[in-house]
C-alpha cells in the first residue's frame, strides 16, 4: 500500500520560509505526477504544486511566485520550499499523487503566526 509521510512544518512567522519533505514508499515519485496539497480549519483540501514525471511544475495562484516544487530521484523524496510565508498558508500540509491515492499520510501543520 503507498504510503506518504510529511515533514518539516512548525510555526513561522509571516515572511519566513520552511521547506517540507515527504517521503514515499511502495512508489516510485519519479514515475507519477505529484502534487502537495493542503487543508486549512473549516475548508477543503487544495492542491497547491504539481510536479510532472516531465518535471514541468504548476501552482496555485495562491503560492505562486513564494512555494517551489522538487524532488530528489535518488532519495525519493519530494520537497515544498515556502518562502514568504502569509497567515493564510496555516494549514496541514500533504503530498500525494497528482491524482492522489486513496491512501494519505498524517501531513504536517504549517503555521504562520506573529
Known amino acids: 500500500q503507498v504510503q506518504f509521510v510529511e515533514s518539516g512544518g512548525g510555526l513561522v512567522q509571516p515572511g519566513g520560509s520552511l521547506r517540507l519533505s515527504c517521503a514515499a514508499s511502495e512508489i516510485i515519485i519519479s514515475a507519477h505526477g505529484m502534487g502537495w496539497y493542503r487543508q486549512a480549519p473549516g475548508k477543503q483540501r487544495e492542491l497547491v504544486a504539481v510536479i510532472t514525471t516531465g518535471d514541468y511544475t504548476n501552482y496555485a495562484d495562491s503560492v505562486k511566485g513564494r512555494f517551489t516544487i522538487s524532488r530528489d530521484n535518488a532519495k525519493n523524496t519530494m520537497y515544498l520550499q515556502m518562502n514568504s510565508l502569509k497567515f493564510e498558508d496555516t494549514a496541514v500540509y500533504y503530498c500525494?499523487?497528482?491524482?492522489?491515492?486513496?491512501?494519505w499520510g498524517q501531513g504536517t501543520q504549517v503555521t504562520v503566526s506573529s
Open positions: 500525494n499523487g497528482d491524482r492522489p491515492w486513496d491512501s
